[in-house]
């Protein structure tokens, strides 16, 4: 196993590469200069050109994006140009807290998700299916701008239940984990039914029916556990998802996540912490990607890795 994730590893480097690069060219195409974004609007000539060459954007472009590849293969992120901080240190300040929001997100996904998928499959046709699948198809419809807005409006604001933004305490995380969950847990829950409906119609579950074994074990027992392969590569595709879509919640909520960061980040045209964040999102889905992979063998012990 330990060759197979050697290889896996050496395989996404091109993809990291790619990440670099593709970044690396957005950034520096948008308009606008960052060393007037940085130094303001009645900066001296010499200001800017001190500020251009501490952050190298005085240099072509190849020859930035070399620099940068060195520093990164060092472990060096480089400084942001707006709080003169190390990225790096930028990162492991906001980055904490999406992994909270995302954790709390698949948390509720999870728990929700795949016992309606599981309670649907095996009440096919019934007003529970019926309720489970258009809740799925609502949840996978709705604009997660608008649910965080309306579940603000409403336990927040109205009822009073739960903050209205930022951090703190646990209360603080529902609003924003629930909000980002909705999109998941309506995946999540039609997979399971889709999956846990072709086991069950499989010869060795009715064989198992015969021989008189509990509908609960052949359920979780022989079912489940084989339905459970393609949820799990949901669930880890939606990981990474929920990473990259904790920038809306967090926007709504106040969270003072990467996706905050990012945003205002893009926004200052604060070149190496938005490759920064770029990266440290690309590198984290690539290993959730890898943990699922590993998964497999867990759940289905045929499947071996070379």
């Known amino acids: 196993m330990s060759t197979y994730i050697v290889r896996r590893l050496l395989a996404v480097l091109p993809t990291l590469l790619g990440v670099l690069l593709a ?22 000539p010499e200001a800017l050109a001190e500020i251009r060459q501490r952050f190298g954007l005085d240099q072509p472009w190849h020859v930035q994006l070399g620099l940068y590849l060195a520093k990164v293969v060092q472990g060096d992120l480089g400084e942001s140009v707006r709080t003169r901080k190390p990225v790096a ?45 258009l809740g799925a198809l609502v949840g996978v419809s709705m604009p997660v701008f608008w649910f965080g807005l309306m579940a603000i409006l409403i336990f927040a604001v109205q009822l009073g239940w739960f903050p209205v933004a930022g951090t703190g305490s646990l209360w603080h995380l529902v609003l924003p984990a629930v909000t980002l ?3 998941t847990t309506a995946i999540l829950a039609r997979m399971t039914r889709s999956a846990m409906l072709e086991v069950l119609s499989q010869d060795y579950i009715r064989t198992a029916r015969a021989k008189g074994l509990a509908g609960r074990v052949v359920i ?3 079912a489940l556990r084989n339905a459970l392969i393609p949820v ?8 990474g998802t929920l990473l990259e879509g904790a920038v809306i919640t967090e926007t709504v909520f106040a969270w003072p996540g990467i996706g905050q960061l990012l945003v205002g980040s893009i926004l200052a045209r604060d070149y190496p912490v938005v490759q920064g964040a770029v990266l440290l999102i690309a590198v984290a889905f690539i290993l959730i990607n890898l943990v699922v992979d590993l ?8 499947i071996r890795y070379d």
């Open 23 to 44: 970044v690396f060219l957005m950034v520096r195409l948008a308009p606008g200069d960052p060393a007037q974004l940085l130094a303001g609007e009645f900066a001296t």
């Open 89 to 133: 240190y930028e990162l492991s300040t906001y980055f904490p807290n999406t992994l909270q929001l995302t954790l709390g997100a698949m948390t509720v996904a999870l728990l929700v998700g795949i016992p309606a998928g599981i309670l649907a499959a095996i009440r096919p046709g019934t007003v529970f299916d019926l309720v489970a699948m």
């Open 181 to 183: 969950s909705t999109g």
């Open 220 to 222: 979780f027992k022989h």
């Open 232 to 239: 799990v590569t949901v669930a880890g595709l939606q990981f």
């Open 295 to 302: 998964l497999y063998g867990a759940i289905d012990p045929r």
